[in-house]
Each structure stands twice: as structure tokens, then as C-alpha cells.
């Protein structure tokens, strides 16, 4: 069974960081874009950003000049620098990777930016 295992959520104050990391197996990581998506109570799931194999990185414009996605071919691991923290971006953070037979998600973190 194939497991994205997401850390890295907490309580942050609002302008503070934290780094979300998800590791995912070799077999599907390597060779496909990773995608950070968020959900905040009573809003749809939303695509914050996404990095493709060979590193080209797209962003949500919420998260523009903030956030940073990255990735770790060698440890098979996506990362999502998150700065200047604001109480908007407080949600459930999932990791997703799409391959060509389907797509897998993370179990989720939750983010908190509250004072």
C-alpha cells in the first residue's frame, strides 16, 4: 500500500514559519510532480503549489513571495517552507503525487496561525 506520511503542522503566530515535509516511496516519487493542496474548514480543497521532476515549482497567488515547495530526489521527500504565516493560511495541509494510473494522497497536517 502506498503511503505519503505528511509532518511538520503546528501552532504558529501570525508572521512566524514552520516547514511541512512529505515523504513519499521511490517508485512513484521520482519521476512525478508533487503538489501541496490545503483545506480550511468550510472551503474546498485547494492547490497551493506544485514542483514537477525536474524542479520547475507553480504557486497559488495566496501563497506567492511566501511559500516555497522543494524537493529531496535523494530521500524522497517534498518540503513546503511556509513564512510570513498569516491567519488565512490556518488549514489541513495534504501532499499528493499523480502518476499515470492515479493519483495518492497524505493523511494531512494541520496548520494553526492564531495569536
Known amino acids: 500500500q502506498v503511503q505519503l506520511v505528511e509532518s511538520g503542522g503546528g501552532l504558529v503566530q501570525p508572521g512566524g514559519s514552520l516547514r511541512l515535509s512529505c515523504a513519499a516511496p521511490?517508485?512513484?516519487?521520482?519521476?512525478?510532480?508533487m503538489h501541496w493542496y490545503r483545506q480550511a474548514p468550510g472551503k474546498q480543497r485547494e492547490l497551493v503549489a506544485t514542483i514537477t521532476s525536474g524542479g520547475g515549482t507553480n504557486y497559488a497567488d495566496s501563497v506567492k513571495g511566501r511559500f516555497t515547495i522543494s524537493r529531496d530526489n535523494a530521500k524522497n521527500t517534498v518540503y513546503l517552507q511556509m513564512n510570513s504565516l498569516k491567519s488565512d493560511d490556518t488549514a489541513v495541509y495534504y501532499c499528493k503525487v499523480s502518476t499515470a494510473i492515479r493519483n495518492y494522497w497524505g493523511q494531512g497536517t494541520q496548520v494553526t496561525v492564531s495569536s
Open positions: 521511490g517508485s512513484i516519487f521520482s519521476n512525478n510532480a
